[in-house]
């Protein structure tokens, strides 16, 4: 069973900087391409970013230069916002993908509101 836990979400101003984390509970963390993905009220669920195995790395066009992504060896992936907008207020979520068996796992999701 796959378990995804996100934190570091809150409330920062235009231009400030969050750091969210997501911690996996999953048996061999290597092999999962992991992504931050994030939703904004009326719109549908975008992807943010993605990590794969190695350095396959994809970003969206609306936070690329401003956001990075990154994975530690044992279960924790990250992803880094700077230069916060308000258009990038939305619940952030966490996912694994398990290209053996295809399947998708997403954490519960954490609040990320950029406001003045």
């Known amino acids: 069973q796959v378990q995804l836990e996100e934190s570091g979400g809150g409330l920062v101003q235009p231009g400030g900087s969050l750091r969210l984390s997501c911690l996996a509970s999953v048996r061999v963390f290597q092999l999962y391409t992991m992504g931050w993905y994030r939703q904004a009220p009326g719109k549908e669920r975008e992807m943010v970013a993605r990590i794969g195995t190695g350095t396959n790395i994809r970003y969206a066009d609306s936070v690329a230069g401003r956001f990075t992504i990154s994975r530690d060896a044992r279960s924790t992936t990250y992803l880094q916002m700077n230069n916060l907008k308000p258009e990038d207020t939305a619940v952030y979520y966490c996912?694994?993908?398990?290209?053996?068996?295809?399947?998708?796992?997403w954490g519960r999701g954490t609040q990320v509101t950029v406001s003045s």
């Open positions: 996912n694994a993908f398990d290209p053996y068996t295809q399947r998708n796992y």
